[in-house]
């Protein structure tokens, strides 16, 4: 049986901007503690800077903390199911965008001496980036844009 969860107000816009904040700049931070810092420190701190990444991206995935739901479209008015819908289309043009930007930066990049990611390390940095930005992505913008409710 569907039966609707029951409703929390979002968060402030302030603080969901500080959690999408937080989840991108904590990923930039993560990557350039990995790769500045001599080691241990780099395990380390690249360690506690990956947890709170990590617990910002999830916390700003949660629905519940943007007032909308992920679960079926049976769940939500039309309105909140309009906003779901419009945050995931922007989504999805900015990946799509990315789809085709990244190869033709890689195309004119080899032939250019661009950087290119080359080691393990890099690709693994670009694979992770991507799969952060693919997973929240859709969330942030939620996040983002979404006014606060008048009470």
């Known amino acids: ?32 503690a990995w790769t500045l810092l001599p080691r241990p420190w780099n395990l380390l701190v690249a360690g506690i800077v990956g947890v709170l990444t990590v617990a910002a991206g999830g916390n700003l995935m949660r629905p519940r903390h943007l007032g909308i739901s992920d679960g079926p479209d049976t769940l939500l008015d039309e309105r909140q199911l309009r906003i779901r819908n419009e945050a995931y289309l922007n989504a999805y043009r900015v990946l799509g965008l990315l789809f085709i930007v990244v190869p033709l930066y890689a195309m004119i990049g080899l032939d250019n001496g661009w950087w290119l ?35």
Not at 5 to 16: E, T
Not at 123 to 151: C, H, K, M, N
């Open 117 to 151: 990611p080359r080691t393990f390390n890099e690709l693994q940095a670009v694979f992770w980036g991507a799969l952060l930005l693919a997973s929240t992505l859709p969330s942030a913008i939620l996040a983002w844009t979404e006014p606060d409710l008048r009470e």
């Open 1 to 32: 049986m569907n039966t609707p969860p029951r409703y929390v107000s979002p968060r402030p816009l302030a603080v969901r901007r500080r959690l999408v904040l937080a989840a991108y700049l904590g990923y930039a931070a993560l990557l350039l």
